[in-house]
């Protein structure tokens, strides 16, 4: 057989099976193609996406403009690594700085790294600003949270899975419950040596978890009052995902005149990763003010793709379109429309208990247990009715399809998650 022959469903899983570590469990359906907020398999079955690659594709499948940037790039220069300089990188970290208003950008591939990146510079300011004693620093972080996979971020994990035989794990972490404003000013006060608060403004991988609407501003005032830097992990929430530009921010444009929207943060650290690229390559990034961000300095950090000509490309063609096509304005008003529509459903459901989520983040709860495999039997029947999405846990599905979703798309996509979801009633 060719390496790259035409491959049916079973056999592409089977080699996958066979040849690939099996760190994932996938629904059972092997796509060959994307198109805005469509994905095919390569039996020719078209799907409605409703994970986006866990909203790193919010701009949709494929769009012509990102691909026209990546591609561009590729046949110019793909990648000089930061022993030189590139003519995209500049460019782009200016435009990103200004985008999301921060003095400095610092260039990386994935979410993981973006927030190691995040506690370094965290730890290097605790050190070299506010004068904590070398190796002292504490980072508050909170329960429940997912923030990758590398080892010192899974130290702070409490998700068995994800930890167990991966020891041993780094120090310096303090975990607090999520959404607790009482928890974080005790640790605060109780301990003179924290450094930075690191929090997702909605629990994502948790089960899109949405705290109090003044949580993240009275976290960050309290951070302020300790001098500990807020850290926003905005990997799977930014970039118009939840209806605001960021989770973080607190003004909407849209227009609807009963938004009273929610107290605007300014992260002292912003994390971003996913969507910055619309999914076209991995791109991630780490934004701050110059006082934070100057204490890394040449050698301290670095990656050889970090920043490389084609990332910084394809970043200001993904952000130009989240912009030039209101994806975040679309994303509020469609995820107001599909919770009301899904609240409706559930009145009458004993199978549904709540729908909850910003923008197009959101999540059913499955009236069973956590442990149960009714959200992933769920997630099969959906696939079965054309439509992709997969459980946070066994009781929770997570809906967010990519942000270019029409409000026709929306509604049929609604009457394909509730006829499904009456066939488990
Ligand atoms: C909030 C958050 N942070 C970090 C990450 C890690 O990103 P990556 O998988 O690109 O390393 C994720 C991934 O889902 C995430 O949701």
Same mark, same amino acid.
């Given at each position: 057989?060719?390496?790259?022959?035409?491959?049916?469903?079973?056999?592409?899983?089977?080699?996958?099976?066979?040849?690939?570590?099996?760190?994932?469990?996938?629904?059972?359906?092997?796509?060959?193609?994307?198109?805005?907020?469509?994905?095919?398999?390569?039996?020719?079955?078209?799907?409605?996406? %409703?994970?986006?690659?866990?909203?790193?594709?919010?701009?949709?499948?494929?769009?012509?403009?990102?691909?026209?940037?990546?591609?561009?790039?590729?046949?110019?220069?793909?990648?000089?690594?930061?022993?030189?300089?590139? !003519?995209?990188?500049?460019?782009?970290?200016?435009?990103?700085?200004?985008?999301?208003?921060?003095?400095?950008?610092?260039?990386?591939?994935?979410?993981?790294? /973006?927030?190691?990146?995040?506690?370094?510079?965290?730890?290097?300011?605790?050190?070299?600003?506010?004068?904590?004693?070398?190796?002292?620093?504490?980072?508050?972080?909170?329960?429940?949270? %997912?923030?990758?996979?590398?080892?010192?971020?899974?130290?702070?994990?409490? !998700?068995?899975?994800?930890?167990?035989?991966?020891?041993?794990?780094?120090?310096?972490?303090?975990?607090?419950?999520?959404?607790?404003?009482?928890?974080?000013?005790?640790?605060?006060?109780?301990?003179?040596?924290? /450094?930075? %608060?690191?929090?997702?403004?909605?629990?994502?991988?948790?089960?899109?978890?949405?705290?109090?609407? !003044?949580?993240?501003?009275?976290?960050?005032?309290?951070?302020?009052?300790?001098?500990?830097?807020?850290?926003?992990?905005?990997?799977?929430?930014?970039?118009?995902?939840?209806?605001?530009?960021?989770?973080?921010?607190?003004?909407?444009?849209?227009?609807?005149?009963?938004?009273?929207?929610?107290?605007?943060?300014?992260?002292?650290?912003?994390?971003?990763?996913?969507?910055?690229?619309?999914?076209?390559?991995?791109?991630?990034?780490?934004?701050?003010?110059?006082?934070?961000?100057?204490?890394?300095?040449?050698?301290?950090?670095?990656?050889?793709?970090?920043?490389?000509?084609?990332? /910084?490309?394809?970043?200001?063609?993904?952000?130009?379109?989240?912009?030039?096509?209101?994806?975040?304005?679309?994303?509020?008003?469609?995820?107001?429309?599909?919770?009301?529509?899904?609240?409706?459903?559930?009145?009458?459901?004993?199978?549904?208990?709540?729908?909850?989520?910003?923008?197009?983040?959101?999540?059913?709860?499955?009236? !069973?247990?956590?442990?149960?495999?009714?959200?992933?039997?769920?997630?099969?029947?959906?696939?079965?009715?054309?439509?992709?999405?997969?459980?946070?846990?066994?009781?929770?599905?997570?809906?967010?399809?990519?942000?270019?979703?029409?409000?026709?798309?929306?509604?049929?996509?609604?009457?394909?998650?509730?006829?499904?979801?009456?066939?488990?009633?």
């Amino acid at each position: 057989m060719a390496v790259l022959e035409k491959l049916t469903s079973q056999q592409a899983i089977d080699l996958e099976n066979k040849y690939g570590a099996h760190n994932y469990h996938p629904l059972p359906v092997v796509l060959n193609k994307g198109e805005g907020v469509y994905v095919w398999d390569v039996e020719g079955k078209k799907y409605y996406d %409703f994970l986006s690659a866990y909203s790193a594709v919010n701009q949709g499948h494929c769009h012509p403009k990102i691909v026209g940037a990546m591609m561009e790039q590729a046949q110019t220069l793909t990648l000089t690594s930061r022993a030189f300089y590139n !003519d995209r990188l500049g460019a782009y970290e200016k435009f990103a700085s200004e985008y999301f208003g921060f003095d400095k950008l610092l260039p990386m591939n994935t979410g993981a790294e /973006a927030v190691e990146t995040a506690l370094k510079i965290c730890r290097k300011w605790a050190y070299e600003k506010k004068g904590i004693s070398e190796n002292e620093a504490q980072i508050i972080v909170c329960e429940n949270n %997912f923030h990758g996979r590398t080892t010192t971020i899974i130290s702070f994990s409490n !998700d068995p899975v994800a930890r167990k035989n991966f020891g041993p794990y780094t120090s310096g972490f303090i975990k607090i419950e999520y959404d607790n404003l009482k928890a974080l000013e005790q640790a605060l006060e109780s301990n003179a040596n924290v /450094a930075g %608060f690191l929090v997702e403004p909605i629990q994502g991988e948790a089960g899109v978890y949405v705290p109090s609407d !003044d949580y993240l501003s009275k976290a960050k005032a309290l951070c302020e009052k300790h001098n500990v830097l807020f850290i926003a992990d905005e990997v799977q929430t930014g970039i118009a995902r939840t209806g605001r530009l960021l989770a973080t921010c607190g003004d909407c444009s849209c227009s609807d005149k009963n938004c009273s929207g929610t107290p605007n943060v300014k992260p002292d650290v912003l994390i971003l990763g996913k969507a910055l690229s619309g999914g076209a390559y991995p791109v991630s990034g780490v934004l701050a003010d110059d006082h934070i961000m100057e204490v890394i300095k040449p050698g301290n950090h670095g990656s050889t793709f970090g920043g490389n000509p084609v990332a /910084a490309a394809v970043a200001v063609a993904a952000l130009e379109v989240v912009r030039d096509e209101k994806l975040a304005e679309n994303a509020f008003e469609l995820g107001e429309l599909f919770r009301s529509e899904l609240n409706e459903y559930i009145k009458t459901s004993n199978i549904v208990n709540l729908v909850r989520g910003k923008g197009l983040l959101n999540a059913i709860v499955i009236n !069973d247990d956590e442990n149960s495999e009714t959200a992933w039997n769920i997630c099969v029947a959906l696939k079965e009715n054309g439509l992709l999405a997969k459980p946070t846990h066994g009781n929770i599905i997570r809906f967010a399809p990519p942000l270019v979703m029409t409000k026709d798309q929306l509604l049929e996509c609604v009457a394909i998650i509730t006829k499904t979801l009456k066939e488990f009633e």
